[in-house]
T-cell receptor, first 116, second 114 residues
Framework: DTEVTQTPKHLVMGMTNKKSLKCEQH?????MYWYKQKAKKPPELMFV???????INESVPSRFSPECPNSSLLNLHLHALQPEDSALYLC???????????????FGSGTQLSVL | SQQGEEDPQALSIQEGENATMNCSYK?????LQWYRQNSGRGLVHLIL?????REKHSGRLRVTLDTSKKSSSLLITASRAADTASYFC??????????????FGQGTRLTINP
């Protein structure tokens, strides 16, 4: 199984809602990532988890709260988002975190988020 | 933070022709990777080239790396309609907390016309 599964595929939420994005992989990877991608732009890194510990937070606003319950799961909790947060949110995993070896990332299909 | 610049931003060619896209980066790297993204989907890893390698092949893909010019190129030979996608180069860079991260270039949108 070389898949990274993200749910939901589409999400529409109001600015006062609380929602969560979910990501799952069963490749035994120990690093997991959240990227944000606006239309016609490259993915931008938000968070990195290595061995279930947060290793990188790219100064992401606190209305985005990541969680790694175990080595296979990664969540992104959303609260009080703004319309400009509308984007494609991509989860990725790699065997080990980028930087230790020549790691390649496996991406999920993403969650298309619209904030009204 | 370091980010690759890709050229051209958009490329439209006829099926069967070769497509070449370029990536330039700013600081020294350990490796450079290329990814493909179909519209609205996740990215798919294509090829990784290490800093001590100059050329690498994978099927119809050929990647070159010139570390003296801090640039790389991706060549897709005998293009097919299914190659229509955005192509991103990615390089390692230091994150805010000093850990390594993968940073993507602006991307080239490739359209293959039947």
């Amino acid at each position: 199984d070389t898949e990274v599964t993200q749910t939901p595929k589409h999400l529409v939420m109001g600015m006062t809602n609380k929602k969560s994005l979910k990501c799952e992989q069963h490749m035994g990877h120990r690093a997991m990532y959240w990227y944000k991608q606006k239309a016609k732009k490259p993915p931008e890194l938000m968070f990195v988890y290595s061995y279930e510990k947060l290793s990188i937070n790219e100064s992401v606003p606190s209305r985005f709260s990541p969680e790694c319950p175990n080595s296979s799961l990664l969540n992104l909790h959303l609260h009080a988002l703004q319309p400009e947060d509308s984007a494609l949110y991509l989860c990725a995993s790699s065997q080990f975190v980028v930087g230790f070896t020549n790691e390649k990332l496996f991406f999920g299909s993403g969650t298309q988020l619209s904030v009204l | 933070s370091q980010q690759g610049e890709e050229d051209p931003q958009a490329l439209s060619i006829q099926e069967g022709e070769n497509a070449t896209m370029n990536c330039s980066y700013k600081t020294s790297i350990n490796n450079l990777q290329w990814y493909r993204q179909n519209s609205g989907r996740g990215l798919v890893h294509l090829i990784l080239i290490r800093s001590n390698e100059r050329e690498k092949h994978s099927g119809r893909l050929r990647v070159t790396l010139d570390t003296s010019k801090k640039s790389s190129s991706l060549l897709i030979t005998a293009s097919r309609a299914a190659d229509t996608a955005s192509y991103f180069c990615a390089t390692d860079a230091l994150g805010i907390q000093g850990a390594q991260k993968l940073v993507f270039g602006q991307g080239t949108r490739l359209t293959i016309n039947p």
